[in-house]
């Protein structure tokens, strides 16, 4: 499954302090409609239960993990009428709106002759008095209606096409029914490929307005393409998508009860949670919610990596503790002073010891005594390495080098990085494209 995490990222708090007050700042959490498919077809089972049972599963999770951080509102097409009715608010946009969303989806009764007005539906959303943030849209098929008419059923009315701004209405038939309608032939049965672009007209409809939209696409009867243009439409798709692939690219696409729970979430995550700085400059998080803003919740640690190797650090009272990782004990100095040099000619010195490891860096070599004896008999004598060179000292106790030394010699530690190791977790499709995306305040 292709799939995508989006973190919005606004302004970074700098501090505890600045975390701490930004807390008790006010703020307005976000307003998301669900725009969900209640097509006979999500009777369907999948994973062991139906896709709309699978619906109920996700909703409940999402408004357990972020009920309080959005203002939720709930869409299902068809519409109370049924067939293929645009889409009817079963719950309109609020705060603490989540048991009943889940309850409204619970009581649904979803008749036999259910049909996919997506289209319309969408467009029906774009044209709200009170206009939502973003629409996550999830449906399991095929833009489709097989409204009854003398002859074979049709995919469009007047109506229907007035809504959709459409000045030539569509006079086709859907393809059940044995219909004999060319554009039918070898193609799929729930198709209506008169009007199949009309969830993309929706989702651009939405874009126009200000609104930005999701595309879920539920089990394995998802018309690919159509979802995949109204991805690329929605202007949130991943850089690259292919609007015209036969697979997912430009969207979610979900095929068990687990993925289209992970997908919800993932979405919304990443439109009710910001990144904050938390005690000891580490990264974390924090929600809008209607009492303000929650406290950042950052890690209590942190990777951090010397010379000797990786490590942790701990923050503890707003100050980050030295790295965990420490190198070997210290040896001993060099253990050999050089031979006297030779009457007339030159003699190497004996070679020093090899200076011990000192913690948190390497100890040096002991020095080799290098004076060469003297002409006519003056031979000089250098004592080699005695106890090691004078950077090492006593038991090779000076630090090395290369490694990073603090104001009084101590091992210097570097961060990996400030963020949070856990984060959000990610699932496949969009990534990058997600971290440009800003939580839109409300209107």
Excluded at 417 to 442: E, K, M, Q
Aim: with cysteine.
């Amino acid at each position: 499954m292709r799939s995508g995490l989006w973190v919005p990222a606004l302004a970074v708090l700098v501090g505890l302090a600045h975390a701490q007050e930004a807390a008790a700042q006010s703020c307005d959490p976000p307003k998301i409609l669900l725009v969900m498919d209640a097509s006979s077809s999500m009777h369907q089972a999948v994973g062991g239960i139906t896709k709309w049972e699978a619906v109920q599963s996700a909703a409940e999770a999402v408004f357990a993990a972020h009920g309080d951080a959005a203002q939720y509102g709930l869409m299902t097409f068809p519409g109370a009428a049924g067939g293929c009715a645009p889409g009817d608010m079963l719950v309109p946009m609020g705060a603490d709106s989540g048991p009943t969303i889940v309850s409204a989806l619970q009581s649904l009764v979803i008749p036999s002759d259910n049909a996919t007005p997506a289209g319309q539906t969408l467009m029906k959303a774009s044209q709200l008095a009170e206009l939502p943030d973003y629409v996550i849209f999830m449906t399991d098929g095929w833009q489709f209606c097989d409204i009854d008419t003398s002859g074979a059923p049709r995919c469009a009315t007047s109506s229907d096409c007035a809504l959709m701004g459409v000045s030539t209405c569509p006079t086709c038939n859907s393809c059940q029914g044995g219909t004999s309608d060319p554009a039918c032939v070898g193609q799929n049965a729930d198709g209506c490929y008169c009007v199949r672009s009309w969830p993309v007209l929706g989702v651009e409809a939405l874009v126009n307005v200000g609104v930005t939209p999701f595309v879920v696409g539920f089990g394995s009867a998802t018309d690919v393409v159509t979802l995949n243009r109204a991805g690329h439409a929605s202007g949130i798709a991943p850089a690259g998508c292919d609007p015209n692939a036969s697979t997912p690219s430009c969207y979610f696409q979900a095929t068990s009860p687990t993925d289209l729970t992970t997908a919800l979430d993932t979405i919304v995550a990443s439109l009710v949670t910001e990144t904050c700085t938390g005690e000891c400059g580490i990264e974390g998080t924090r929600q809008c919610t209607s009492s303000g803003w929650t406290g950042c919740d950052a890690p209590d640690t942190v990777a951090c990596v010397t010379d000797c190797g990786t490590g942790i650090q701990t923050c503890a009272q707003g100050e980050l503790s030295e790295c965990s990782t420490a190198c070997g004990a210290g040896g001993t100095g060099g253990s050999q002073a050089g031979g006297a040099g030779g009457t007339g000619g030159s003699q190497a010195g004996g070679s020093g010891g090899t200076g011990g490891s000192a913690a948190g860096g390497t100890g040096g070599s002991g020095v080799s005594g290098s004076a060469a004896g003297g002409t006519g008999g003056e031979a000089a004598s250098s004592a080699g390495g005695a106890a090691g060179s004078a950077a090492n000292g006593q038991g090779g106790s000076a630090a090395s080098a290369n490694q990073d030394v603090g104001d009084e010699g101590a091992c210097g530690c570097r961060q990996v990085g400030a963020s949070s190791s856990g984060g959000f977790g990610a699932i496949a499709l969009f990534g990058a494209a997600l971290l440009g995306l800003r939580r839109r305040r409300a209107r």
